[in-house]
Nanobody, 123 residues
């Protein structure tokens, strides 16, 4: 399974961005999908996670400003980021917990990360 993320960029404080991430491969099922971020000098932290049924959880720092959603038919997850603050600047990574059908026919349970997309917020 591979994840391809896009949508980062430079935005002024108070602005909005929408991140997208699509999974591809021999996918049987994708369970939780999520977004994490890592700023320079800091550990990677959870931003938001969503189950296959659509239940979402958010970091306190983004509640009310960010919204995570997914399209199960497209194996995709999205992050709508509004009212962006300079402290939201980071590399954002998508994550997917999946079950795939290996070439040998066995089921593989795994976790994959996207390549990261940079979000920069100017004050």
């Amino acid at each position: 399974v591979q994840l391809q993320a896009c949508g980062g960029g430079l935005v002024q404080a108070g602005g909005s961005l929408r991140l997208s991430c699509a999974a591809s491969g021999r996918i049987i099922r994708i369970d939780d999908m999520g977004w994490y971020r890592q700023a320079p000098g800091f550990q990677r932290e959870l931003v938001a996670v969503i189950t296959s049924g659509g239940s979402a959880n958010y970091a306190d720092s983004v509640k009310g400003r960010f919204a995570i959603s997914r399209d199960n038919a497209k194996n995709s997850v999205y992050l709508q980021m509004n009212s962006l603050k300079p402290e939201d600047a980071a590399v954002y990574y998508c994550k997917a917990d999946y079950v795939e059908n290996s070439p040998s026919g066995t089921l593989v349970v795994g976790r994959e990360w996207g390549q990261g997309t940079q979000v920069t917020v100017s004050s």
